[in-house]
């Protein structure tokens, strides 16, 4: 492994996309150099247990036992407990393997005992060997609602029971109001040894703004002297995975990567935009929203991969020099429409 940089860095995350950046940054920084914050509001009960599916994602793919070939569960896993179940006339639309089961298991027993949904992952993390802090967002209950045309949709139901079939018209997230950011999460984003502060390549609309809408996180985020910079999930107007270009074009949004800076630079908050090569067309236009742009290779296809845009987007964003971060945050441009 090889060091990028000794600083701190803290990274927003959604699922694969996500989790595939913070690999990278798990190899070119050391285990206490990284704290990777995970969206939360795609979690839900279901069968009895507390499901976390971006935070497994991102522990799972840390600990190096994820599986490569779905992007979501444990590898070598097996299906004896969704056959059972299915024989007994349960539910299978989600699906639960015998070894992703246990984390479960175990994440609901240590919660109804009492413990935080960070002391569990910290827990959970340590027994996995993962060096890098993987915190909750918050430890109270976010729920993200797809408004579409066929009424409200709990995430999940939308995204696995629905397979994103019906067309979306915005979203809510349920509880916001009431929940608080984990509070080390906003130890890190307040510390002065965090360095940058990247938003990866997820879901803006469902993995990222349910970060940003708790309570003190976009003003942390303003404040800190950390630059933030974001990648793009949008690569030659489509997305690597998942709905993102299915929902931007839906919302009446242009699905491209400049569409993606223009909906983060609307809230003041990015100071720099990492793009793919097969939009460096589009670099022009989101400089022109004040935001310095990193043109290179996004897809992220092999570790070297991962590694290489981890080391570009850590280079870039100790690159940007504080004066341009100054007149970027003092010139907004409008909301659009």
């Known amino acids: 492994m090889k060091e990028a940089h000794p600083t701190h860095c803290v990274a927003l995350s959604g699922g694969v996309g996500g989790a595939k950046l913070a690999l990278g940054l798990s190899r070119v920084l050391p285990g206490d150099a990284l704290t990777v914050v995970c969206n939360t509001a795609d979690d839900f009960d279901h069968l009895g247990l507390r499901i976390c599916p971006d935070l497994d994602t991102v522990m799972y793919t840390l600990a190096g036992i994820a599986n490569r070939v779905t992007g979501w569960g444990q590898a070598h896993e097996t299906w004896s407990f969704l056959e059972a179940l299915s024989h007994l006339g349960g539910e299978t639309w989600f699906r639960l393997g015998d070894r992703d089961l246990a984390t479960h298991v175990e994440r609901t027993q240590r919660l109804r005992a009492g413990e935080t949904l960070t002391e569990v992952t910290a827990t959970l993390c340590q027994a996995l060997g993962v060096t890098a802090r993987v915190l909750p967002m918050s430890d109270d209950p976010v729920r993200t609602v797809v408004l579409t045309e066929t009424g409200e949709l709990s995430f999940q139901h939308y995204f696995v029971r629905d397979g994103c079939a019906p067309t979306v018209s915005g979203f ?166």
Do not use: W
């Open 172 to 337: 809510r997230f349920a509880g916001i109001d009431a929940a608080r950011p984990s509070p080390a999460f906003l130890q890190t984003l307040e510390d002065d040894a965090t360095a940058a502060t990247l938003v990866c390549p997820s879901n803006p609309f469902v993995s990222v703004d349910p970060v940003l809408a708790l309570d003190g996180v976009e003003e942390a985020l303003r404040r800190a002297a950390a630059p933030v910079v974001a990648v793009s999930p949008i690569v030659g107007g489509a997305a690597i995975k998942g709905p993102a270009a299915k929902m931007m074009a839906e919302l009446g949004m242009p699905v491209t990567a400049a569409g993606v800076a223009r909906h983060y630079r609307e809230r003041n908050l990015l100071d720099g935009f990492v793009i793919d090569d097969a939009d460096a067309g589009q670099a022009a236009e989101i400089e022109d929203l004040g935001l310095p742009t990193l043109v290179t290779g996004t897809v992220m296809e092999t570790l070297a991969d991962r590694e290489r845009l981890a080391t570009e987007t850590i280079d870039f964003a100790h690159g940007i020099d504080s004066r341009q971060r100054d007149r970027a945050e003092a010139a907004p441009p409008e909301r659009s429409a």
